[in-house]
T-cell receptor, first 113, second 114 residues
Framework: DGGITQSPKYLFRKEGQNVTLSCEQN?????MYWYRQDPGQGLRLIYY???????QKGDIAEGYSVSREKKESFPLTVTSAQKNPTAFYLC????????????FGSGTRLTVV | AQSVTQPDIHITVSEGASLELRCNYS??????LFWYVQSPGQGLQLLLK??????LVQGIKGFEAEFKRSQSSFNLRKPSVHWSDAAEYFC????????????FGTGTRLQVTL
């Protein structure tokens, strides 16, 4: 079955460390997205990519980085510059223009300890 | 830029009662509109979508939504709620002009009492 796989489901990070969240899709979608979810704030866009080797900053890109070397993969790195990284991170993909909506992964919960 | 407002943070209904979740959007052109549902600790599942045509759209799990351009609204409804409908619901709009980014409302948490 086609879908999006995010790993790991839970991730713990010490302050000052970088961590990378994995997102893989087998839906043959061109566009991929990373959202951050905090209680009461809905979902906020971190980065998005519409094509391989190209990506754009979303609304809250500071302290994060991404790469898009393969169509299937869009990893997110949470750097030590991100002041408050504890959150639920969701990856999504879509066809161009998002006409049919996004398909979401099951998320990664990152906790700074 | 487009925006989405969900005025109700939390709603409680009895099982079997009807449900309406409100969503208002701000967008210049005809938007693509969506409703998603999220169970705790899970990803989002698409309930239904609107991008043209009939203003009343049917979705999965017995949900429907009506697009009202004059009110800039896209409210979600269900005639009879089941306990398993307890979850968080998000309304979203796509900016068809710039890169198909999906903008979400802040969500409405639905509690169902037995």
């Amino acid at each position: 079955d086609g879908g999006i796989t995010q790993s790991p489901k839970y991730l713990f990070r010490k302050e000052g460390q970088n961590v990378t969240l994995s997102c893989e899709q087998n839906l043959n979608h061109d566009a991929m997205y990373w959202y951050r979810q905090d209680p009461g704030q809905g979902l906020r866009l971190i980065y998005y990519s519409q094509i391989v080797n190209d990506f754009q900053k979303g609304d809250i890109a500071e302290g994060y980085s991404v790469s898009r070397e393969k169509k299937e993969s869009f990893p997110l790195t949470v750097t030590s510059a991100q002041k408050n990284p504890t959150a639920f991170y969701l990856c999504a993909s879509s066809i161009p223009q998002g006409r049919y909506g996004y398909t979401f992964g099951s998320g990664t919960r990152l906790t700074v300890v | 830029a487009q925006s989405v407002t969900q005025p109700d943070i939390h709603i409680t209904v009895s099982e079997g009662a009807s449900l309406e979740l409100r969503c208002n959007y701000s967008y210049g052109a005809t938007p693509y509109l969506f409703w998603y549902v999220q169970s705790p600790g899970q990803g989002l599942q698409l309930l239904l979508k609107y991008f043209s045509g009939d203003t009343l759209v049917q979705g999965i799990k017995g949900f429907e939504a009506e697009f009202k351009r004059s009110q800039s609204s896209f409210n979600l409804r269900k005639p009879s709620v089941h306990w398993s409908d307890a979850a968080e619901y998000f309304c979203a709009v796509v900016d068809t002009g710039t890169a198909s980014k999906l903008t979400f409302g802040t969500g409405t948490r639905l509690q169902v009492t037995l």
